[in-house]
């Protein structure tokens, strides 16, 4: 892991530790999530609303560079990508060792490994069945895979703003 992808983890933990929501975000996000749509958002823990509400405020700039991006669709996407998390039970341990490389996490935490790693790899289908926007689904279920070239800008806008956060 080069120096600066570990300071970003450092600063994922230090906002994981000091995570919170203010009221003024939820009401900002209303404009994009229907009645239903904020409940799931709400579902999820504090950290995973503070990191899709740190992604959606990624996203007001990424999604310039993406002018063909249909805004309302791809905020609901970026503010739901990860709410199949609320599936799990997670402590913040689980959570840094989701960050560490898979044969680390066997070998020294095996007793974890199984949870760290569905939840780390299931999440996004899980996130997608949760969803009723049939195009917010699918790109749901891919943002953890690397942008391609011929992804709708929708996706590129999640994928690329989730990456930075």
Sequence with gaps: MN????????????NALFASVDKKEISEISQYLDTEEISLFLSMSIIDQRHSLDVYH??????????????????????????????????????VLAT???KIVKKFFFWKY?????????????????VSNEAIK????LHYEEVKQDDPPELKVLKISDYLN
């Design 138 to 141: 699918e790109w749901v279920a």
């Design 58 to 95: 990624t996203s007001k700039d990424v999604i310039k560079k993406y002018p063909t991006a249909n805004k309302n669709l791809t905020f609901k996407a970026v503010l739901l990508h990860d709410v199949g998390k609320s599936n799990f039970d997670l402590s913040l341990l689980d959570r």
């Design 3 to 14: 120096i600066f992808r570990f300071i970003h983890r450092v600063g994922q933990f230090k």
């Design 100 to 102: 560490l490389p898979k």
């Design 114 to 130: 199984k949870h760290v790693m569905d939840y780390k790899y299931l999440h996004p289908s899980m996130s997608a069945k949760m």
